[in-house]
């Protein structure tokens, strides 16, 4: 392609990914350079107040969130943002997995590509109720013939092929509030992507999505959790508590504001009391006219550790139940914001009894200390699918979009095989 038809693509080809939360509303462009990879090159943040709990209660102050998320991310990139790639999450999010079986069509009876897409849609034949719509079907693995657990049987030989596929589904309002409250900024939400499923491309390895991890994204609002097994989703489940309730607990317990609670959390809080020392003190501003007074650190630690045990808890306790605790053999990662309070990796080993680690999105060129923050996961996330779709649809394009990320450049492949059988 010559110098100048490069630039004109290049220059239509950034990508805006939008992640509304409940305590925050989160923009991130990114863009392919000169050598056809990835980089950040703008990022927004605005206070969210129209959402609880993922849905939207107010779509004035939603639509004026996104607005002035996208407008920093376009002051900083220095790009107009006309249309977007859209986050989903929020309290109303499940899944289940189905199969779908046909019979090999193909001349010689070699799977083709056709082929994959009738199994596909054999298995995303399902009954779902009325208020509720697909949102993504997720190709997990193959059977041909009586061979299982293939991966990809594109040229395979055989003359019956099941698929199984994960499939996540939200509630019809919740997701057209959403893309209405971007439609009202101006902006066009042109793709739709889970937000757990996003953050998990933003900080998960191909290892633990093979070996079998879960992905904890403790937002503000809610707890998204999905399990991955052999390179796919499994399970997919929200739990309706996160951050907020213990800013929340912070706030009643020590008769303070929120904003003062909220600082508190972030400055001074920790939810592993074994690492706080005995005689530390913090101090807790008074309201109404009262004078600040000084409190043992642990106190504050006594008030956040069992809100953030609890969660932990409940994410268990659904995974026990749904009976995919005992897939999770590579450990948990943890991300979104709350999972930044200090001692939350050595609390969720000891609910958990696994391995922990938190989830930060990779160095992906361009700007480098905006978005390594596991807030910023999801958004992240949004650009980095959204990239791997469109590097799929141009095969001519480099087939890396993250550098200096060669993990996540590797998990690249599955990503995009989910992609071509276009599961968004
Ligand atoms: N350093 C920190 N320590 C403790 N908590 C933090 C810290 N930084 C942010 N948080 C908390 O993270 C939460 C926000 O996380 P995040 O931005 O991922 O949520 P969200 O995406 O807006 O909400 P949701 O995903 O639930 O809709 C808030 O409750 C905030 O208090
Ligand atoms: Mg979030």
Redesign the pocket.
Known sequence: MCTEARRHKLADSFIAGL?I????TRAVVGDFNEEDQLEIIGVGVAP?TG?R??VVLNIEATLSSVSAAIEFAELMSGREIHSCVMGV??ANVECLNSKGVVAVAGKGREITTEDIARVHEAAKAVSIPMDREILHVIPQVYSVDTQKDIRDPLHMMGVRLESEVHIVTTSVTTSQNMAKCVNRAGYKPERRIL?CLAASRAVLSDDERDLGCLLL??????T?LMVFKEGAPWYTAAIPA???Q??NDISIMLSVLMDSA?RL??EA?CCWLESVDVDELIVVPGIGGREPTEIPRRKLCAIVQPRMEEIFLMAKEKLEKAGWYKEIKAGVVLT???S???GASELAQSVFGLPVHLGSPPIIGGLESEYRNP?FA?AVGLVLLEADARVAADPSRVQQTTRKDKKSASSLGKVLGWIKDKFI
Do not use: H
């Not at 939360?21 to 925050?24: A, C």
């Not at 994204?217 to 809610?222: E, L, N």
């Open positions: 992640d939360g409940t305590t925050s969210s959402l709990r993922g999450s929020g937000g994204d403790i937002g503000g609002g809610t998204d996160g951050g907020m213990v800013t909220e959390k972030r809080a979104g914001g709350a930044l309070m200090v807030g999801t």
